[in-house]
């Protein structure tokens, strides 16, 4: 019996209760870096933002298209800068010339235009295709050519100040969609369809055949190449594809990591305070979804993933790695800013084609320079200084440049058709004053003459007027009897203009009646 109860009297450990681990999984530092863009939202686009684009040239503004606009937003501030609202369709997609001075935006009436990015100025308009046209691309290095392709399925590759079309490309069996111009060469650029290809093609080459055709298996939403140019990236349905463009169009990888269709990818690139991966190139896409993807294509793999709250059509990411912009299909823009340290402590500027490049030391100002005169004229005034204003300059009316350059006709009518007496009649005190004003009548048109007319029977019984538009009137009549006579419309303002001084002398008769009822009663209250 001893033995059981030795048994029975044994101690055993309590092992201590294990901690819950915690669900959410520890940030890597490449996620942190993605997750250090603050995010701003630029409301109220009326539509949904079909295209983002970054300018090459510092300071890096972007432009995006909604609507029939084009707007062009400051990448610091994110506040709008520019706006050209010139398009007669919906704008589809834009691209900046690699100096950033020039911008190209298609739309969907077929038209590709070319604006000046300063005046915002239509500098040349490309018209060739029947159907809209989705895609328009400046080459990386070519500042002279851009092609741009469409619901015609017809790739055209343009020389820009001739306006005319250097080549076609009729490869593609449905809609172009997207394309881009290669790293290697600005001859070579590729397209992508709604045929499932993606072709790449060469303009040196004489006959209108692709240099190599991907099938993406899907619909193609967009296509990139790689900062190398020796590998492409390719989005359609709800996979991103990597393919090897030296190798013939082999497939590397597929990225199926999104629940809806794939609209835009982009590549990005961390910037120098990016820790280990710093320097590194990175392809974005957005999706459908709602989801930002950020894939390593080094490694296949995802290494950070956003939501959004509404789906995604298109991304940008500035080559200075400080700004991120996302256009939604409901008209709102998701802009991520962040600071860039490095670059700024140490004097480098980022560029598309070369990488960083040390900014040049500025010369020292000496007597022998035109600009040593002219030093400190930018400066600000401070609190003690006495500060001279420029004169504002006057800003003078479309009748008063007319006026200055002798053409008193003109003048005259472009004063009648505004809708201010006092200008009109400041007009016609000055041509009395040059003696010019008889033969400005008598040069005017019927429909001219109408509008004379309609303004003397507004404004001919004014007090402070009549005394000039009353003998105006006589002299108008005497000399253009004959106009009058022949037009049914002349006519009908002649008889409303009888009538209002018929009205007119009725009321002075009626006042006289009165004068000489009040004079004598006022004269007996005078003697009292």
Same mark, same amino acid.
């Given at each position: ?137 400046? *080459?990386?290095? +070519?500042?002279?050519? @851009?092609? =741009? %392709? #469409?619901?015609? $399925? ?5 020389? &820009? ?57 899907? *619909?193609?939403? +967009?296509?990139?190449? @790689?900062? =190398? %140019? #020796?590998?492409? $990236? ?5 996979? &991103? ?98 600071k860039v340290k490095g670059d700024v402590e140490s004097g480098l500027r980022v560029f598309p084609s070369l990488g960083l490049v040390a900014e040049p030391q500025k010369r020292v100002l000496r007597p022998s320079y035109f600009r040593y005169f002219h030093r400190s004229q930018g400066e600000k005034p401070s609190e003690g200084d006495y500060l001279i204003s420029k004169p504002k300059k006057v800003k003078m009316a479309e009748h008063d440049k007319l006026l200055k350059k002798f053409r008193h006709k003109d003048a005259f009518v472009s004063a009648l ?112």
């Amino acid at each position: 019996m001893a033995e059981p109860q030795q048994a029975l009297s044994r101690t055993f450990p309590v092992k201590p209760k294990l901690r819950a681990k915690s669900k959410k999984p520890s940030k890597t530092p490449e996620s942190k870096y993605w997750s250090s863009f603050k995010s701003n939202t630029i409301p109220n686009l009326i539509s949904s933002v079909t295209s983002i684009s970054f300018s090459p040239a510092i300071p890096h503004h972007f432009a995006a298209s909604y609507s029939t606009s084009l707007t062009l937003f400051n990448s610091q501030t994110l506040e709008p800068v520019k706006s050209i609202s010139s398009f007669k369709d919906v704008v589809s997609s834009t691209s900046f010339r690699s100096d950033g001075l020039l911008i190209a935006a298609s739309d969907h009436s077929g038209l590709v235009q070319v604006f000046d990015v300063k005046t915002r100025t239509a500098l040349r308009k490309l018209r060739g295709h029947t159907r809209p046209v989705r895609l328009v691309r400046y *080459p990386r290095s +070519d500042n002279l050519h @851009l092609f =741009s %392709g #469409g619901d015609d $399925a017809v790739v055209k590759y343009w020389d &820009v100040a001739s306006e005319s079309a250097v080549v076609e490309f009729r490869g593609h069996k449905d809609y172009v969609r997207c394309g881009d111009g290669s790293p290697a060469s600005s001859e070579l650029f590729a397209t992508g369809s709604y045929d499932h290809t993606v072709k790449v093609w060469d303009v040196r080459v004489s006959n209108s055949d692709p240099s190599m055709e991907i099938n993406h298996g899907k *619909p193609v939403e +967009d296509v990139i190449f @790689l900062p =190398s %140019g #020796g590998l492409m $990236a390719t989005a359609g349905g709800n996979s &991103v594809k990597i393919w090897d463009v030296i190798g013939g169009g082999k497939l590397l990888y597929s990225m199926e990591n999104h629940n809806k269709t794939v609209t835009s990818v982009c590549v990005g690139k961390i910037g120098r305070d990016g820790g280990e991966n710093s320097e590194e190139y990175r392809v974005l896409s957005v999706g459908l979804d709602g989801y930002m993807k950020v894939f390593d294509y080094s490694k296949f793999k995802i290494t950070h993933s956003m939501r959004f709250p509404a789906p995604l059509l298109s991304i940008g990411f500035s080559p200075d790695c400080a700004t991120r912009a996302i256009g939604t299909s409901g008209g709102v823009i998701f802009a991520g800013k962040r600071k860039v340290k490095g670059d700024v402590e140490s004097g480098l500027r980022v560029f598309p084609s070369l990488g960083l490049v040390a900014e040049p030391q500025k010369r020292v100002l000496r007597p022998s320079y035109f600009r040593y005169f002219h030093r400190s004229q930018g400066e600000k005034p401070s609190e003690g200084d006495y500060l001279i204003s420029k004169p504002k300059k006057v800003k003078m009316a479309e009748h008063d440049k007319l006026l200055k350059k002798f053409r008193h006709k003109d003048a005259f009518v472009s004063a009648l058709s505004g809708k201010n007496p006092e200008n009109v009649v400041a007009v016609m005190e000055e041509l009395v004053a040059r003696k010019k004003l008889l033969k400005s009548v008598a040069n005017l048109d019927t429909e001219e003459l109408g509008l004379l007319l309609a303004f003397l029977h507004r404004h001919s019984t004014v007090p402070r007027y009549a005394g000039l538009l009353m003998g105006l009137t006589k002299k108008v009549v005497q000399m253009r009897a004959e106009d009058i006579i022949a037009s049914d419309i002349l006519k009908a303002h002649i008889r409303n203009l009888k009538r209002s001084v018929e009205e007119e002398v009725r009321i002075q008769q009626s006042l006289q009646e009165i004068q000489g009822i009040i004079s004598p009663l006022l004269r007996i209250a005078g003697r009292r």
